[in-house]
């Protein structure tokens, strides 16, 4: 009994040792090929400008985004999960069998009541609204 247990730790711990070696594994590779000249260091003001985007900076300061684009984001994200978790549910519990019942309906309606809730929140908030004049 111990003895699995254990094992599953064990694997926990293999798994843990090889999310931390492999990266720190790359980053001393990468510096020992540059100490021998494999991968040569040469900054220039080029190089270490910044470059976003695949276009290169022509002013000094980005131009202001609009916050706004956040909000319908992740209003979208929270809306678009909410399908995510519908369309396996109605799959696999579509047809009411004796098995599930009420019971997977039940569920089902608590998760669309909470969202809805969270939509109407966050229309009565404005979240919605473009141009929010107070």
């Known amino acids: 009994m111990f003895e699995d247990y254990f094992r599953q730790y064990a694997l926990l711990i293999i798994f843990a040792a090889a999310a931390v070696s492999v990266p720190v594994g790359m980053m001393m590779m990468s510096y020992m090929a540059q100490s021998i000249g494999v991968r040569p260091s040469r900054p220039t003001p080029v190089k270490e400008s910044a470059y976003e985007g695949g276009m290169p900076p022509f002013e000094g300061r980005p131009a202001r985004f609009n916050f706004r ?8 994200v929270i809306f678009d999960v909410e399908t995510v978790f ?41 979240a919605l609204d473009w141009v929010y004049n107070e």
Do not use: C, N
Not at 69 to 76: E, K, R, T, V
Not at 95 to 115: N, P, T
């Open 69 to 76: 684009y956040y909000y319908y984001a992740l209003l979208f």
């Open 86 to 126: 519908l369309f396996p549910w109605a799959v696999k519990y579509g047809v009411m069998s004796r098995q599930f019942g009420f019971a997977a309906l039940g569920a089902v309606l608590v998760f669309l009541i909470v969202v809805t809730f969270a939509y109407a929140y966050a229309w009565r908030k404005h």
